[in-house]
């Protein structure tokens, strides 16, 4: 997640080392920091190859700062939103992790949301400018995990508007700075959209060096897909290829079963409401 004061943040200030090996800062209370050195380390190293980083920024620091709770967090990173596990400064390479935020849809757990955030970054260094937030939120949650039933439940969620043709890529970059729903709809269709896009590593990798190239996002999109993005997304919505798979795992069993427990529940809370007013309407 891009920080919302302009530079890549989910929604995801660390100790300066000498080495060129990305650093980590500690934090109190302390956290075990080991599992995620190795992450950090490996997707550094895998972005750098999937976005085709060159080699001198691949190898510049990245600095993560990784904190409990809230209450820890730095006095630049106040304007971090509630609902967000991560953020990360691009430009400085400086990446926020809060663990008690980890977990809820669409940050994972603190190894995804660190990939997540560490893809903001070498996209960034990719590229060597800003790209919009429909691609760079997009590739982040594909760097971060394959297609969830998460994302299937919350790119649902936006299926009456897409329906209806009331959602567009503008829609779509306004809600990031929405409320916590709206990003949720929002992560899960730059997500679906982009991995329609890119079937596979190679088809990323040619796109990202077009756009180094061309030194624009939009011109290396009409010149790969022969539109534009607002086009091709309002094409994809409208036509939606992901459908059938959606509608697969929403009839799925797991599914149906909650759904039946929640009609079960929502029963009993009228009926006990019900003999309540009843009790209620009886003479003392």
Same mark, same amino acid.
């Given at each position: 997640?891009?920080?919302?004061?302009?530079?890549?943040?989910?929604?995801?200030?660390?100790?300066?080392?000498? %080495?060129?090996? #990305? =650093?980590?800062? /500690?934090?109190? $209370?302390?956290? !075990?920091? *080991?599992?995620?050195?190795?992450?950090?380390?490996?997707?550094?190293?895998?972005?750098?190859?999937?976005?085709?980083?060159?080699?001198?920024?691949?190898?510049?620091?990245?600095?993560?700062?990784?904190?409990?709770?809230? %209450?820890?967090? #730095? =006095?630049?990173? /106040?304007?971090? $939103?509630?609902? !967000?596990? *991560?953020?990360?400064?691009?430009?400085?390479?400086?990446?926020?992790?809060?663990?008690?935020?980890?977990?809820?849809?669409?940050?994972?757990?603190?190894?995804?949301?660190?990939?997540?955030?560490?893809?903001?970054?070498?996209?960034?260094?990719?590229?060597?400018?800003?790209?919009?937030?429909?691609?760079?939120? *997009?590739?982040?949650?594909?760097?971060?995990?394959?297609?969830?039933?998460?994302?299937?439940?919350?790119?649902?969620?936006?299926?009456?508007?897409?329906?209806?043709?009331?959602?567009?890529?503008?829609?779509?970059?306004?809600?990031?700075?929405?409320?916590?729903?709206?990003?949720?709809?929002?992560?899960?269709?730059?997500?679906?959209?982009?991995?329609?896009?890119?079937?596979?590593?190679?088809?990323?990798?040619?796109?990202?060096?077009?756009?180094?190239?061309?030194?624009?996002?939009?011109?290396?999109?009409?010149?790969?897909?022969?539109?534009?993005?607002?086009?091709?997304?309002?094409?994809?919505?409208?036509?939606?290829?992901?459908?059938?798979?959606?509608?697969?795992?929403?009839?799925?069993?797991?599914?149906?079963?909650?759904?039946?427990?929640?009609?079960?529940?929502?029963?009993?809370?009228?009926?006990?409401?019900?003999?309540?007013?009843?009790?209620?309407?009886?003479?003392?």
């Amino acid at each position: 997640m891009r920080a919302p004061w302009g530079v890549a943040a989910l929604l995801f200030a660390g100790l300066l080392l000498p %080495s060129l090996r #990305p =650093a980590f800062a /500690q934090t109190k $209370p302390p956290v !075990a920091l *080991g599992g995620l050195q190795s992450v950090l380390q490996s997707s550094t190293r895998e972005l750098c190859r999937l976005y085709d980083v060159p080699p001198a920024l691949c190898s510049q620091p990245v600095h993560v700062r990784v904190i409990a709770s809230a %209450s820890d967090l #730095p =006095a630049k990173w /106040q304007s971090f $939103p509630a609902y !967000a596990a *991560g953020a990360a400064e691009p430009a400085s390479g400086r990446i926020l992790i809060d663990l008690s935020r980890c977990g809820p849809y669409p940050f994972g757990d603190a190894a995804q949301t660190l990939r997540h955030e560490v893809s903001h970054v070498m996209l960034y260094r990719a590229l060597g400018y800003e790209p919009p937030r429909w691609l760079d939120e *997009g590739l982040a949650m594909r760097a971060s995990g394959d297609w969830s039933f998460s994302d299937s439940v919350y790119a649902t969620l936006a299926l009456p508007y897409v329906a209806r043709g009331s959602w567009s890529l503008q829609r779509v970059e306004a809600d990031f700075a929405g409320g916590e729903g709206s990003v949720r709809r929002s992560y899960a269709l730059v997500k679906g959209f982009v991995r329609d896009l890119f079937p596979d590593d190679a088809s990323v990798t040619a796109f990202v060096v077009e756009a180094r190239r061309d030194g624009s996002v939009g011109e290396a999109f009409r010149r790969r897909f022969g539109v534009s993005p607002e086009a091709a997304f309002r094409a994809w919505a409208k036509n939606m290829p992901w459908w059938g798979r959606w509608l697969e795992e929403a009839t799925s069993p797991a599914v149906l079963w909650i759904a039946v427990t929640l009609l079960f529940l929502l029963a009993a809370a009228a009926a006990w409401r019900r003999r309540r007013r009843k009790y209620e309407a009886l003479p003392d």
